[in-house]
């Protein structure tokens, strides 16, 4: 059964309609979204205090995690517990460094930054982590909902 000529026509139009709502809204991330919370998570992670790494998670909602070689952490935790033992693993190293990216996902309205995170353990030996955090946009502020080690 075909629809008529009206129906073809509207359905892309709503469709439009609807992306640039949401796009003028702010709700799908851009390009400045993605820099600023790369930005964010990399300054946060360098300076590796409790109060920077908090502005990362909402504060009223429990993370993603998967973190073994961090913490043993693994399942949905606590905004607190999570930054204590982000900022335990990091105040136990020097020279840390994360290099990484964002990318964005319009469909899902997810900004996933991916990097590396380097330092050095008290005996100086190197470390590497590789980790993955993912952004949501909750009530106008972008919050980290998961974060994991990608191997």
Do not use: H, N
Request: net charge positive; proline share 5%.
């Amino acid at each position: 059964m075909t629809r008529p000529p009206m129906e073809r026509l509207l359905i892309p139009a709503v469709a439009a309609i609807l992306l640039s709502t949401l796009l003028f809204a702010g709700a799908l991330p851009d390009r400045r979204d993605e820099e600023g919370l790369a930005a964010a998570t990399r300054t946060a992670l360098e300076a590796g205090d409790a109060s920077a790494l908090a502005r990362l998670f909402p504060r009223d909602r429990k993370i993603r995690a998967s973190l073994d070689r961090i913490a043993d952490l693994d399942g949905f935790i606590g905004p607190g517990p999570l930054v204590e033992a982000l900022r335990r693993y990091l105040a136990g190293r020097s020279e840390v460094r994360f290099e990484g990216g964002a990318d964005a996902s319009p469909e899902s309205g997810t900004v996933r930054v991916r990097g590396l995170l380097s330092s050095r353990d008290g005996a100086g030996r190197r470390d590497q982590v590789r980790l993955m955090f993912a952004f949501e946009r909750l009530d106008g502020q972008w919050r980290a909902v998961e974060i994991r080690e990608t191997g």
